[in-house]
């Protein structure tokens, strides 16, 4: 059965905080694997696509312009329960809700300005994994703890 996988983007003020690594290291240490990777300012086009579930929210329109005011960072990652494991070492939306030990509970005060996305199901992550990434984009490979991150 093929691993699953969910997307993750680093928000800009992620990438301005210089966030980068340490969220990459949350989720390597944890176990799961990188297999895609790049770095773009989104357009608004993808930004409303990405975001389209929340057209005509009364903070649609500011958290649009937030996600396209620079670099962002957008990953697909692989293993056991990805999807809602992510989400859960994400935290709540509003990091002042948001767990410590959380990416959010840890490095975020403010609902918008909260560091990281990841997909919130197994849909919404092929959606945006599409979204972003070509098939060939994403990379299948071995890996030394391949062996211990399984239950084969
Ligand atoms: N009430 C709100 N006020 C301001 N911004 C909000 C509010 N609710 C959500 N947002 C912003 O919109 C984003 C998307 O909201 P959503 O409900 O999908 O939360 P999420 O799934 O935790 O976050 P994301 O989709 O970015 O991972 C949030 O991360 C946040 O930046
Ligand atoms: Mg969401």
């Known amino acids: 059965m093929p691993k699953e996988r969910t997307f993750v983007m680093i928000k800009p003020d992620g990438v301005a905080r210089k966030l980068v690594g340490e969220c990459i290291k949350r989720l390597e240490q ?36 937030f996600i396209i005011s620079g670099p962002t960072i957008q990953m697909v990652w692989e293993g056991e329960e990805a999807v809602s494991q992510i989400r859960a070492m994400v935290g709540s939306t509003n990091p002042l809700e948001a767990s410590p030990g959380t ?26 994994i599409a ?9 299948e490979y071995s890996v030394g703890d391949d062996k211990w991150m399984t239950s084969m």
């Open 30 to 65: 944890r176990g799961f694997k990188l297999v895609a990777i790049k770095m773009q300012v989104l357009t608004r086009a993808k930004a409303e696509e990405h975001y389209i579930e929340h057209k005509g929210k009364d903070f649609y329109e500011s958290l649009i312009n």
């Open 103 to 128: 990416i959010r509970g840890d490095f975020a005060l403010i609902t918008q300005k909260n560091v990281i996305h990841a997909s919130d199901s197994i849909q919404s992550a092929e959606r945006e």
């Open 131 to 139: 979204l972003y990434f070509l098939p060939e984009e994403i990379v």
